[in-house]
């Protein structure tokens, strides 16, 4: 079984800077795919980044382009998401994801294409 664990959340003003981490067990973590995802209350889980193994390029939604940076680091099981420029509108549950199925050109973006779930980190952007 995949366990994923988040940190790296917290408060933070708008225009400031986070970065989550996520640590990933897991023998074959370097052929996971690796997303991020975030919540607000009523609303529906939604997909922020994704990266593929083998250095793909990641991808992000549009609303976090040229804000977000995901990366990876297979040596140490780990995923990352830096958020610059962060917006009130940022402000959510953070949840990083695996997909342990082995994608050529496809990264999966919808939240039942997840088999693993981290327990989630708070990120709050004050105006």
């Known amino acids: 079984q995949v366990q994923l664990v988040e940190s790296g959340g917290g408060l933070v003003q708008a225009g400031g800077s986070l970065t989550l981490s996520c640590v990933v067990s897991?023998?074959?973590?370097?052929?996971?795919?690796m997303g991020w995802f975030r919540q607000t209350p009523g609303k529906e889980r939604e997909f922020v980044a994704g990266?593929?193994?083998?250095?793909?390029?990641?991808y992000y939604t549009d609303s976090v382009k040229g804000r977000f940076t995901t990366s990876r680091d297979d040596a140490k099981k780990e995923v990352y998401l830096q958020m610059n420029s962060l917006k009130p509108e940022d402000t959510a549950v953070y949840y990083c994801?695996?997909?342990?199925?082995?994608?050529?050109?496809?990264?999966?973006?919808?939240?039942?294409?997840?088999?693993?779930w981290g327990q989630g980190t708070q990120v709050t952007v004050s105006s």
């Open positions: 897991g023998r074959t973590f370097g052929y996971y795919t």
């Open positions: 994801a695996a997909d342990r199925a082995l994608y050529a050109n496809y990264l999966p973006k919808s939240v039942k294409e997840y088999d693993d």
């Open positions: 990266i593929r193994w083998g250095g793909a390029t990641p």
